[in-house]
């Protein structure tokens, strides 16, 4: 998409002369910000925005519960197995020309969804947004890494979180709009004008910067054995609640997934360009970022999960409300991404992502002790500070993890990260999502007969339980008044002590992260684009 006069070859040698700084439009390191910023987004949105068309969706088109399911699983599937590969993509063909397809695959897969009149149809589109948005994703990184000098990385990486942040938090409020106002198709289609001033911001602005020796050849076998074990320990992950984690189907594709990593370790030592050169893990901030950001996704992903149905069927809001409920969340996030990037610069990543960790923690700690009587000002409080805390860890790991990676494999970095945060957020659910099965299964049958509620058989006792995991009082069409009132009041305070649990879990993986973060320092190799390049090159330039 690019001729070779707009590629600018980074030199392997930081000492070698560097390229004469950008002009104009083309290769301005804040407007190439603000262009990767508006596909990213994209991606981030349709996370979470998804989740409140659902309901509608299956009434529309008559799907089941798993049907709906898939929805969701398929797009984070599709994510999670191919982010490494994608990254792979942009190293070797360029990080804009990846970015530009991917926009494009992206906005075209969520227009096709708008016109499917099937759930089949539905499911196989958002798999493709999936395939389209692990290409867009890693290679923003890449271009924000090539582009920005080592003293403004931090900040840019610290906008690109935010937007991130800002956009996953943000779904659920934008999502209920469109689909209270408009339509379910609505959050599909909005995703056309988005995706076509990010082309137009990407063909004007971008501009590709690629290694010297950067790879030549693909590793197809490390590709297949990669994908392969990525894709059977996110399928055990998504389908152990319904199998069971002590099912053999569950244990069989973790077994499988270990035994396709062991063999890609294996060939990626053999092979001469290798998908992931193992090297990089001999790289100790590197690994301990990796690590990082699942624990961080384990505890962030995992505890929200549970708040949305507390907000929704627990206090009684719509979504909207819920989704205005979490914006001390997003607001935090917003406002803390770019000062941590700042504070990074000036003084390491290892102290901000040690206390944002702690604060996370903390956090998740003060929502365990939520009851159904919480008010909006205490929840608030946690809620802030939970994105308070996540700031500095979605800034510093990300620029520990691609800061710590030579240039030529930005893009199999930026899909690490990503990957990372994939995998932690399935884990995350499905952990957290069994603690509170166990909990709920363990307390519901005591508590109902405390409340001195009728007995129920032990098929009715087990289809109560899946209705209060998420919150929801199994009450009975014809039911009194003061029938529901106890059965309500019994499966909310249910509910409450799961999440609670639940809650307390994520914040001791948030303290376990504490340590893992004081492993982490500047990346060796965050040297970004040329140094001492001034940012105020260009016409209309930005200055911070």
Same mark, same amino acid.
């Given at each position: 998409?690019?001729?070779?006069?707009?590629?600018?070859?980074?030199?392997?040698?930081?000492?070698?002369?560097?390229?004469?700084?950008?002009?104009?439009?083309?290769?301005?390191?804040?407007?190439?910000?603000?262009?990767?910023?508006?596909?990213?987004?994209?991606?981030?949105?349709?996370?979470?925005?998804?989740?409140?068309?659902?309901?509608?969706?299956?009434?529309?088109?008559?799907?089941?519960?798993?049907?709906?399911?898939?929805?969701?699983?398929?797009?984070?599937?599709?994510?999670?197995?191919?982010?490494?590969?994608?990254?792979?993509?942009?190293?070797?063909?360029?990080?804009?020309?990846?970015?530009?397809?991917?926009?494009?695959?992206?906005?075209?897969?969520?227009?096709?969804?708008?016109?499917?009149?099937?759930?089949?149809?539905?499911?196989?589109?958002?798999?493709?947004?999936?395939?389209?948005?692990?290409?867009?994703?890693?290679?923003?990184?890449?271009?924000?890494?090539?582009?920005?000098?080592?003293?403004?990385?931090?900040?840019?990486?610290?906008?690109?979180?935010?937007?991130?942040?800002?956009?996953?938090?943000?779904?659920?409020?934008?999502?209920?709009?469109?689909?209270?106002?408009?339509?379910?198709?609505?959050?599909?289609?909005?995703?056309?004008?988005?995706?076509?001033?990010?082309?137009?911001?990407?063909?004007?602005?971008?501009?590709?910067?690629?290694?010297?020796?950067?790879?030549?050849?693909?590793?197809?076998?490390?590709?297949?054995?990669?994908?392969?074990?990525?894709?059977?320990?996110?399928?055990?992950?998504?389908?152990?609640?319904?199998?069971?984690?002590?099912?053999?189907?569950?244990?069989?594709?973790?077994?499988?997934?270990?035994?396709?990593?062991?063999?890609?370790?294996?060939?990626?030592?053999?092979?001469?360009?290798?998908?992931?050169?193992?090297?990089?893990?001999?790289?100790?901030?590197?690994?301990?970022?990796? #690590?990082?950001?699942? %624990?961080?996704?384990? =505890?962030?992903?995992? !505890?929200?999960?549970?708040? $949305?149905?507390? &907000?929704?069927? *627990?206090?009684?809001?719509?979504?909207?409300?819920?989704?205005?409920?979490?914006?001390?969340?997003?607001?935090?996030?917003?406002?803390?991404?770019?000062?941590?990037?700042?504070?990074?610069?000036?003084?390491?990543?290892?102290?901000?992502?040690?206390?944002?960790?702690?604060?996370?923690?903390?956090?998740?700690?003060?929502?365990?002790?939520?009851?159904?009587?919480?008010?909006?000002?205490?929840?608030?409080?946690?809620?802030?500070?939970?994105?308070?805390?996540?700031?500095?860890?979605?800034?510093?790991?990300?620029?520990?993890?691609?800061?710590?990676?030579?240039?030529?494999?930005?893009? #199999?970095?930026?899909? %690490?990260?990503?990957? =990372?945060?994939?995998? !932690?957020?399935?884990?995350? $659910?499905?952990? &957290?999502?069994? *603690?509170?099965?166990?909990?709920?299964?363990?307390?519901?049958?005591?508590?109902?007969?405390?409340?001195?509620?009728?007995?129920?058989?032990?098929?009715?006792?087990?289809?109560?339980?899946?209705?209060?995991?998420?919150?929801?009082?199994?009450?009975?069409?014809?039911?009194?008044?003061?029938?529901?009132?106890?059965?309500?009041?019994?499966?909310?305070?249910?509910?409450?002590?799961?999440?609670?649990?639940?809650?307390?879990?994520?914040?001791?993986?948030?303290?376990?992260?504490?340590?893992?973060?004081?492993?982490?320092?500047?990346?060796?190799?965050?040297?970004?684009?040329?140094?001492?390049?001034?940012?105020?090159?260009?016409?209309? =330039?930005?200055?911070?």
């Amino acid at each position: 998409m690019t001729s070779q006069t707009a590629v600018e070859k980074a030199p392997r040698d930081p000492q070698d002369p560097m390229p004469a700084p950008a002009k104009g439009l083309r290769g301005h390191p804040w407007l190439t910000l603000f262009a990767v910023a508006i596909g990213v987004m994209m991606v981030a949105l349709d996370g979470t925005i998804v989740a409140i068309a659902n309901p509608v969706i299956a009434k529309d088109l008559g799907a089941t519960f798993a049907d709906v399911q898939w929805i969701t699983n398929g797009y984070f599937l599709a994510l999670a197995v191919t982010l490494i590969t994608a990254g792979k993509l942009g190293d070797r063909f360029g990080h804009r020309q990846t970015f530009l397809i991917g926009v494009v695959g992206f906005a075209a897969a969520s227009g096709a969804i708008g016109l499917s009149d099937s759930i089949a149809l539905v499911v196989t589109f958002r798999v493709l947004q999936g395939l389209f948005g692990a290409l867009l994703m890693p290679a923003a990184l890449g271009l924000l890494r090539a582009t920005f000098p080592a003293e403004k990385l931090n900040m840019a990486i610290g906008i690109w979180g935010m937007v991130i942040g800002a956009s996953t938090a943000g779904g659920p409020i934008l999502g209920g709009l469109l689909v209270e106002h408009v339509s379910w198709q609505s959050v599909f289609f909005i995703n056309l004008p988005v995706g076509v001033i990010a082309l137009v911001l990407g063909v004007l602005i971008l501009k590709d910067h690629r290694a010297e020796n950067a790879p030549k050849s693909f590793d197809v076998l490390g590709i297949l054995l990669l994908s392969a074990a990525m894709f059977c320990l996110v399928w055990a992950l998504i389908k152990a609640p319904a199998w069971g984690w002590g099912a053999g189907s569950t244990w069989g594709f973790v077994a499988a997934s270990l035994v396709c990593f062991g063999l890609f370790a294996l060939w990626e030592t053999k092979v001469d360009e290798p998908l992931v050169p193992l090297q990089l893990f001999r790289s100790v901030p590197l690994s301990a970022g990796t #690590v990082l950001m699942v %624990l961080m996704a384990i =505890a962030f992903m995992g !505890g929200l999960f549970f708040v $949305t149905f507390y &907000l929704q069927n *627990v206090h009684g809001q719509s979504p909207v409300e819920a989704g205005k409920h979490l914006l001390p969340l997003t607001g935090m996030m917003i406002v803390g991404s770019p000062l941590a990037g700042a504070l990074i610069t000036k003084a390491g990543p290892r102290i901000p992502l040690a206390g944002g960790m702690l604060l996370t923690a903390v956090a998740m700690y003060g929502m365990s002790t939520l009851t159904a009587d919480t008010g909006s000002l205490t929840m608030s409080v946690w809620f802030a500070l939970l994105g308070l805390g996540l700031a500095p860890v979605m800034v510093g790991a990300t620029e520990v993890i691609v800061g710590n990676a030579p240039m030529e494999l930005s893009g #199999v970095a930026g899909g %690490l990260q990503q990957a =990372a945060m994939q995998i !932690g957020g399935s884990l995350g $659910t499905a952990v &957290l999502g069994a *603690v509170m099965a166990s909990k709920v299964d363990n307390d519901l049958a005591g508590n109902w007969a405390d409340a001195g509620l009728p007995q129920l058989t032990p098929e009715q006792m087990d289809q109560a339980a899946e209705a209060v995991q998420v919150g929801v009082p199994p009450v009975a069409p014809g039911t009194p008044p003061a029938l529901v009132e106890k059965i309500t009041s019994v499966a909310h305070d249910t509910f409450i002590s799961g999440m609670g649990l639940a809650c307390l879990v994520a914040a001791g993986v948030a303290a376990v992260a504490v340590l893992v973060a004081l492993l982490t320092k500047r990346g060796a190799n965050a040297d970004g684009g040329p140094p001492g390049r001034s940012l105020g090159d260009g016409a209309g =330039a930005a200055h911070i």
